[in-house]
């Protein structure tokens, strides 16, 4: 068995919930982030949007729509979203498949980037809390709750698109991703580099509308605002992030020059990452690269 190197945790209770201390050398840079439900393979920039569902507008990804909206006290169709007065404020988004009710439960759900987990536990029904490093320096931490399973541990390693649970109704009574983004004084940093988390991971602003906006980011403008100049459509498999083959294709495709082309359906295995006479391949469509305007990137 290979050796490895073992980072003792701190581990800290705190009321009713643990979290680990993660130290800022620690925790990967986060260079882009993509949506945490939904086709891993759809580009964000065209699919992410503001649209129209049922005749009410709101966030829409393909096969999901967020029912809530950042900072808001009514959901996308215009009804109070918590049932009696005073009616708190939304601090993040709500995230429901297409076919509503609990159609969506056990639906995979992914880190939007690379990070470390800071919390796995209770907070809205089971929830997990992952911190990212932006290029800048700043610290930001994404929440996923209510969900029905999860598969990561505290101070694990994530990367874009892993999945890391599933969509529940933990907490709540239909399933559905409740998805925030809080900003880094959500966070504690000591003298050492050791982040921690500020408020518990189900802490409710309530009514208080200016420490949403002071404290957390409205999510799908945040990962809007957070991509990299590459294609998302790379290094996919169909069911998902895996750290093998697609990441080393990945990279082949990232020191590429120029303009590197889409992927394309070259021998019927599909756009994605996929299986071919033994190998893992994947084929783009360039006249730059090969006589026939099309070249593949192999994993063998």
Known sequence: MKASLVTLVTLVIWGNFSYSEVNISDIPVASSFYPPVGDRNANVGDNLRWGDCNGYSTWLFPGWYSFTNFNTQKDYQEEWYSENPPYSYHPGEDWNGNGGGNSDLGQPVFSVSSGKVIFVGTGFGNTIVVVHKLSSGELVASLYAHLDSISVNQNQEVT???????????????????????????????????????????????????????????????????????????GMFQDGWHSGPSDAILSCYNSLSGNKGSPIDNNGGGIYVHDWLGVTIQDFGNSSYGDDGMYAIVFN
Not at 215 to 234: A, C, G, R, W
Request: glycine share 6%; proline share 5%; charged share 15%.
């Open 160 to 234: 874009r698109s892993s999945q890391i649970g599933t969509v529940g109704n933990s907490g709540t009574t239909v399933a559905h991703l409740h998805f925030e983004i809080r900003r880094e004084s959500m966070l504690i940093k000591d003298s050492s580099g050791n982040i921690s988390l500020r408020y518990p991971a189900n802490h409710w602003p309530g009514t208080d509308t200016a420490f949403i906006s002071s404290n957390y980011y409205p999510p799908s403008d945040f990962i809007l605002s957070h991509q990299s100049s590459e294609t998302s459509l790379v």
